[in-house]
Antibody
Framework: QVQLQESGPGLVKSSETLSLTCTVS????????WSWIRQSPGKGLEWIGY???????NYNPSLKSRVTISVDTSKEQFSLKMSSVTAADTAIYYC???????????????WGQGTLVTVSS | SYELTQPPSVSVSPGQTASITCSGD??????ACWYQQKPGQSPVLVIY???KRPSGIPERFSGSNSGNTATLTISGTQALDEADYYC?????????FGGGTRLTVL
């Protein structure tokens, strides 16, 4: 059974860069797309972006200028960096696996437990 | 940008059928999927590619998608189905989520 685990600082200062890592276990990171999603407290889900194991990426246009997703297949990990954070970026951040050959026809079939990141002033 | 609209809340009596809708322009031309999220937990995929159920999801969960509306139907709703439900679709190379529907089993 594939498992995903997010890790990283739970507190980030405003204007700094948020950095999170997702470690995949119980399966290979290869052959799949991997995604980051966030959920502000009491709010809905927001897709941040995804990366193919070969490194191809795609981002939410509303966040694209501040987001970078990368992958390290040797460590079975992929990572999220979000720059210039503000209080509006306070959220639970989830990593997830994309089922399917293409994101357009796929779905998020395995999710991490999520990690709360608070942006402080 | 593409938008998916869900009703904020739906109520259903135990044993009855719950229907949760998700509306978007020409949504029927895209694949829709649905996630269930219980308080304090991560979302769980319950329907993908409009109508398919992942392994382990009960048969009482079903989906449809036509025109501008995708629908998640829960037959014989149980108390444990009480949760937030989110639809998701792909448009212009981005994933979009609906705002979520809170299902209350009264």
């Amino acid at each position: 059974q594939v498992q995903l685990q997010e890790s990283g600082p739970g507190l980030v200062k405003s204007s700094e860069t948020l950095s999170l890592t997702c470690t995949v276990s119980g399966g290979s990171i290869s052959s799949y797309y991997w995604s980051w999603i966030r959920q502000s407290p009491g709010k809905g889900l927001e897709w941040i972006g995804y990366i193919f194991y070969r490194g191809n990426t795609n981002y939410n246009p509303s966040l694209k200028s501040r987001v970078t997703i990368s992958v390290d297949t040797s460590k079975e990990q992929f990572s999220l960096k979000m720059s210039s954070v503000t209080a509006a970026d306070t959220a639970i951040y989830y990593c997830a696996r994309v089922w399917g050959s293409y994101p357009a026809t796929g779905a998020l079939d395995h999710w991490g437990q999520g990690t709360l990141v608070t942006v402080s002033s | 940008s593409y938008e998916l609209t869900q009703p904020p809340s739906v109520s259903v009596s135990p044993g009855q059928t719950a229907s949760i809708t998700c509306s978007g322009d020409k949504l029927g031309d895209k694949y829709a999927c649905w996630y269930q999220q219980k308080p304090g937990q991560s979302p769980v995929l319950v329907i993908y590619q409009d109508t398919k159920r992942p392994s382990g999801i009960p048969e009482r969960f079903s989906g449809s998608n036509s025109g501008n509306t995708a629908t998640l139907t829960i037959s014989g709703t149980q108390a444990l189905d009480e949760a937030d439900y989110y639809c998701q679709a792909w448009d212009s190379s981005t994933w979009v989520f609906g705002g979520g529907t809170r299902l209350t089993v009264l």
